[in-house]
């Protein structure tokens, strides 16, 4: 399904952040899918085989939130990466599934291609 690059799948509820994430994703030279939440996220990680990576927001609607979402990730589809960011949540990263890593927002653009860049090495 991908063209050999890495495919990164952005979970934001809200459409102008969501937007700039998939944005950033792309000019950090990755492929992107977008989800409004983590029932969609989980929709499209049965359906595919070639997600490397998973940028979640914490806070959004539906029957889990992102740091459920980052767990549940964790324990069905291991190898995934996993960013998770929050605007109102301050998370220590030991409430995360190992190896994941969290960012508050407001992020930075450059922090964020960092951590992508370092994981999907």
Do not use: C
Request: glycine letters at 6%; a negative charge.
């Amino acid at each position: 399904m991908n063209n050999g690059k890495k495919v990164v799948l952005v979970v934001e509820d809200n459409t102008m952040i969501r937007m700039g994430a998939v944005d950033l994703v792309l000019s950090a030279g990755y492929d992107a899918l977008e989800a409004r939440d983590a029932d969609e996220a989980i929709r499209i990680l049965e359906a595919r085989d070639d997600i490397d990576l998973v940028f979640t927001d914490v806070q959004m609607p539906g029957t889990m939130d992102g740091i459920k979402l980052s767990h549940y990730i964790r324990e069905r589809w291991p190898p995934v990466k996993l960013l998770v960011a929050s605007g109102n949540a301050i998370l220590e990263e030991s409430s995360l599934p190992t190896g994941s890593r969290f960012f508050p927002k407001p992020y930075d653009d450059h922090a964020i291609v960092d951590a992508m860049t370092s994981l999907l090495a």
